[in-house]
């Protein structure tokens, strides 16, 4: 194991292993199989690509992305390791070469697309050669209940009857039971050793805020937590996606588009620009993300409520792959509520989809609305708990809710339900109950019903937070109809009998908690540092452009930020920085020397 950690070292640039890596590569190096379940962000890459140094013979990856792959590769060349894509990017004439330099034991690696690897010509040829060992790269992808099915995975288990000398690595990020026993099956991994991971992201910061102008709102978190920075902002509509991004572009801020209905040219684009250059805001649907393995995106908002706790942790997890502080901010507000309850009700999907969409979608809402901390609420729902009693990094710990009995005012609200017929929205219920002569108000004659004005002590603000916690806990539902028309339900009839107590939390005061910036504080730098950081910055942005690769190739912004730190003035001490390896040591230390003495 000294070796793999001088490999670490020297050739990635890193001091330690991170959680499970050392165990995974020890298993593998000596000739185990082995399955990984880590979370984005957890370094499965290393699990193979160390091994794969250290064993004699090529090691050959297998990847459904196209574009990952030949983002890992062109990050193994900037570190000096032989590596290459096969890949139906590649013409035929640059396959053959591959192939050539593939039986001239010219790589240690070898990222290849599954339905490659199957032909028979692929496997024939690499039977020529030693083989290192076979790393199965998203395994998730044999799942036929996942959403990122590939018929070609399903066959891989080829490998272990052709080659069964060879070990074999299956690596996935998805968390949940199923999968991973199917995972087991398909590819006959019943003797591999399981490596599972905590899921957890300590490094994300999570925060729910009540929606009142998501724009503008979203605006205000931009520029005081995240001003220079790259982020992606999820919208659920095509047409929210546009005008976001128009909107954020017209305030000064470099954003760009993604969704399913633009062309694909326009699309690959903008997805490059994100990638490439620094401080790209990417406002997208959920069609975006998939593959994308930026390390330096430092937040994800939302500012529409996903589907499920599933789908909002794999959003929020493109945050921060870096490790480095980073933020998962949403805004979320009762016409959120209503929006979901609606689309499950009006799909066309059999009533057992129903039913668990609907479940997902509770799940979610309890989320949005509890009041204890969020990622252990999250953990918990993928099977996981935390020793500790908060996380301290989500917006419940940070700035924990009051709760309130809002037994009366609930009783309050749904009486005004039922009296006037429960075919309004919350609006005009809320102007029933603070007593407001509307033109609606006066044409229904709500002026003379007992629950006109009943609410007049509370703002508009607080009766829209009550309404939306009510629909959430299911005491209120919206009809199927789609006008937002709220009526009662089951669960009602106890609250309104006084049975039953409800308590609801306070609205949390979330402007205190936005001006303090999470983690590794860049606002904390004098002014010296903050020189010298965009001194590096603009450095790295020059190279990365000259090099034609994404400045985080070149360095992280961990490595920047410790060159910030530490300022090391020797080339020894220039090594020790976390991120510098031997080869960009080489080549790059001369002209980080230069600007760390002038800095
Ligand atoms: P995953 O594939 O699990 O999402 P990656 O393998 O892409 O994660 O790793 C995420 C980031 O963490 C990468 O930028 C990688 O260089 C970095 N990383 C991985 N292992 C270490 C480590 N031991 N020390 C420091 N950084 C690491
Ligand atoms: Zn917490």
């Given at each position: 194991m000294s070796e793999a950690l001088n490999i670490l070292k020297e050739v990635f640039g890193y001091p330690a292993f991170r959680g499970q890596q050392a165990e995974v590569i020890a298993h593998l190096a000596s000739g185990g199989d082995c399955l990984v379940l880590m979370p984005t962000g957890g370094g499965k890459s290393l699990c193979y690509q160390i091994p794969a140094l250290l064993r004699n013979g090529v090691a050959i990856v297998v990847s459904p992305l196209?574009?990952?792959?030949?983002?890992?590769?062109?990050?193994?060349?900037?570190?000096?390791v032989r590596a290459a894509v096969l890949n139906s990017s590649l013409s035929q004439q640059e396959a053959i070469q591959v192939e050539q330099k593939l039986l001239a034991d010219e790589f240690d690696l070898l990222y290849v697309a599954p339905e490659r690897l199957l032909t028979a010509r692929f496997l024939n040829l690499i039977a020529r050669i030693p083989i290192a060992l076979?790393?199965?790269?998203?395994?998730?992808?044999?799942?036929?209940?996942?959403?990122?099915?590939?018929?070609?995975?399903?066959?891989?288990?080829?490998?272990?009857?052709r080659f069964p000398e060879v070990p074999r690595i299956a690596l996935t990020a998805t968390a949940d039971m199923d999968t991973r026993k199917e995972i087991i099956e398909r590819l006959g991994l019943n003797i591999a050793k399981v490596f599972v991971s905590s899921f957890d992201r300590p490094n994300i910061r999570y925060q729910i805020v009540d929606k009142t102008n998501s724009r503008s709102q979203l605006l205000t978190f931009i520029q005081a937590e995240h001003p220079g920075d790259a982020g992606i902002v999820y919208?659920?509509?095509?047409?929210?996606?546009?005008?976001?991004?128009?909107?954020?572009?017209?305030?000064?801020?470099s954003a760009v588009a993604y969704h399913a209905g633009m062309s694909m040219q326009q699309r690959s684009l903008n997805q490059e620009k994100f990638l490439r250059e620094e401080s790209i805001i990417m406002v997208a649907t959920i069609a975006f993300g998939m593959?994308?393995?930026?390390?330096?995106?430092?937040?994800?908002?939302?500012?529409?409520?996903?589907?499920?706790?599933?789908?909002?942790?794999?959003?929020?997890?493109?945050?921060?792959?870096?490790?480095?502080?980073?933020?998962?901010?949403?805004a979320y507000g009762l016409g959120d509520v209503i929006q979901q309850r609606r689309m499950i009700e009006e799909s066309e999907a059999q009533h057992r989809f129903k039913q668990v969409a609907a479940r997902k979608l509770e799940a979610m809402l309890s989320l949005c609305e509890t009041t204890t901390c969020r990622r252990t609420?999250?953990?918990?729902?993928?099977?996981?708990?935390?020793e500790t009693a908060g996380c301290g990094n989500c917006d419940i710990c940070l700035n924990p809710p009051q709760v309130w009995d809002a037994t009366v005012e609930v009783q309050k609200a749904m009486s005004c339900v039922y009296r006037t017929g429960q075919i309004f929205g919350a609006g005009h219920l809320i102007d029933v109950?603070?007593?407001?002569?509307?033109?609606?108000?006066?044409?229904?004659?709500?002026?003379?019903?007992?629950?006109?004005?009943?609410?007049?002590?509370?703002?508009?603000?607080?009766?829209?937070a009550i309404f939306r916690q009510i629909v959430a806990l299911g005491l209120l539902t919206p009809d199927s109809e789609g006008h937002g028309a709220l009526h009662l339900t089951e669960a009602s009839r106890a609250v309104l009998k006084g049975q039953q107590n409800v308590c609801l939390r306070q609205q949390t005061k979330i402007e205190q908690l936005s001006r303090k910036r999470s983690g590794?504080?860049?606002?904390?730098?004098?002014?010296?540092?903050?020189?010298?950081?965009?001194?590096?910055?603009?450095?790295?942005?020059?190279?990365?452009?000259?090099?034609?690769?994404?400045?985080?190739?070149?360095?992280?912004?961990?490595?920047?930020?410790?060159?910030?730190?530490?300022?090391?003035?020797?080339?020894?001490?220039?090594?020790?920085?976390?991120?510098?390896?031997?080869?960009?040591?080489?080549?790059?230390?001369?002209y980080l020397m230069e600007i760390l003495r002038d800095g």
């Open positions: 196209i574009a990952l792959m030949q983002n890992q590769v062109t990050a193994l060349h900037e570190i000096g076979f790393a199965i790269d998203e395994a998730h992808c044999v799942s036929q209940w996942g959403h990122d099915f590939r018929p070609e995975y399903i066959q891989l288990s080829i490998l272990h009857e919208c659920l509509s095509r047409k929210k996606v546009e005008e976001t991004a128009l909107w954020l572009a017209k305030q000064g801020l593959g994308i393995d930026k390390p330096d995106v430092r937040f994800v908002a939302h500012l529409d409520l996903p589907k499920s706790i599933e789908g909002y942790y794999q959003e929020t997890g493109r945050a921060g792959r870096d490790g480095q502080a980073a933020n998962a901010w949403m609420r999250m953990l918990s729902y993928f099977g996981e708990s935390i109950l603070r007593g407001n002569l509307t033109d609606r108000v006066k044409e229904w004659h709500h002026d003379k019903i007992s629950t006109f004005g009943i609410g007049k002590d509370f703002p508009e603000k607080t009766w829209r590794d504080d860049l606002i904390s730098l004098d002014s010296a540092e903050r020189s010298l950081w965009e001194q590096l910055r603009s450095w790295r942005a020059k190279t990365a452009k000259e090099h034609g690769v994404p400045a985080y190739v070149i360095f992280h912004d961990a490595t920047l930020h410790e060159l910030v730190r530490l300022c090391p003035q020797t080339e020894d001490e220039l090594s020790q920085v976390t991120g510098i390896g031997a080869r960009k040591l080489d080549k790059y230390g001369t």
